[in-house]
């Protein structure tokens, strides 16, 4: 084998890829019901998120994004519903400014869209009226974050 055909095998330059995405964990909790159906549906929604990284080998991360979504009608709780989404991704020849981005903002923005279906589809099940939550910039969220870490160190002194 010649050294441009052993060229050729070994992927150089950042490598990505999504190994598998699921429902790690799920629930819903409808506290009210069947009363809450009674009432004029004006609903106050409450969405919050957070995301988990763990490693599992020097290339493959597991990220969790938890959206928990609280929802009022008048004073009461309407329904609660907890989705942690999970993926499985292979991350290599990144630096580590690289990969963390890449695990802090761009997995949680591709696993939002199936955090977010299941979210509506467990509240319909419910029988309440779907619940489309709006995009999230995770970029946005990432930069604040690192904001937010890079000041806290300063304050300390």
């Given at each position: 084998m010649s050294e441009n055909d052993q060229a050729a095998e070994q992927p150089t330059g950042p490598q990505f890829?999504?190994?598998?995405?699921?429902?790690?964990?799920?629930?819903?909790?409808?506290?009210?019901?069947?009363q809450i159906f009674t009432k004029?549906?004006?609903?106050?929604?409450?969405?919050?998120?957070?995301?988990?990284?763990?490693p599992l080998s020097q290339?493959?991360?597991e990220v969790v994004l938890t959206l928990t979504v609280t929802v009022k009608n008048e004073e009461d709780t309407a329904f609660l519903v907890e989705v942690q989404q999970g993926g499985i991704f292979q991350?290599?020849?990144m630096n580590e400014q690289e990969v963390g981005h890449t695990l802090g903002a761009f997995?949680?923005?591709l696993?939002?869209?199936?955090?977010?279906?299941?979210?509506?589809?467990?509240?319909?099940?419910a029988s309440f009226p779907p619940?489309?939550?709006?995009?999230?910039?995770?970029?946005?969220?990432?930069?604040?974050?690192m904001q937010q870490q890079a000041a806290a160190p300063a304050e300390q002194h």
């Open positions: 890829a999504i190994q598998r995405v699921y429902v790690k964990d799920a629930s819903l909790e409808t506290p009210n019901s069947p004029k549906w004006q609903p106050e929604i409450n969405l919050e998120m957070n995301t988990k990284t763990t290339e493959h991360f991350v290599s020849g997995c949680p923005n696993l939002f869209p199936y955090a977010r279906e299941t979210v509506d589809t467990l509240v319909t099940k619940l489309m939550l709006a995009p999230v910039n995770f970029d946005a969220l990432y930069a604040q974050q």
